[in-house]
Nanobody, 124 residues
């Protein structure tokens, strides 16, 4: 069993940065496949970024080159550095996990454990 808590969301102007954090408790993040997902108003939830077991990173096309996902296993924390934010990035951002560490998919249906979400609002 793992519990996830996101933080770092807020309101920024287009072009600015935000850094999101996801603190895990109850298990080491090394035992789970973890990802960032988001859901904009009126839209379905979509995967944003993951780190796979090899250390490689996978991003949805719309954020590639602007977002960077990383983790600190000593702190059991996952991060999402978001740069050059655009209004279309406005969404609730979620941290999610599943106990299959060799997964590679960003599909929301894969994940079993979810944080409560943190709101990101980008103004033009």
């Amino acid at each position: 069993q793992v519990q996830l808590v996101e933080s770092g969301g807020g309101s920024v102007q287009a072009g600015g940065p935000l850094r999101l954090s996801c603190a895990a408790s109850g298990a080491s993040i090394r035992e789970f496949f973890m990802a960032w997902l988001r859901q904009a108003p009126g839209k379905e939830r979509e995967g944003v970024a993951v780190i796979v077991s090899s250390g490689s990173r996978i991003y949805v096309d719309s954020v590639r080159g602007r977002f960077t996902v990383s983790r600190d296993t000593a702190k059991d924390t996952l991060y999402l550095q978001m740069d050059s934010l655009k209004p279309e990035d406005t969404a609730t951002y979620y941290c999610a996990a599943v106990d299959r560490p060799y997964e590679r998919s960003l599909l929301p249906a894969l994940f079993e454990y979810w944080g409560q979400g943190t709101q990101v609002t980008v103004s033009s």
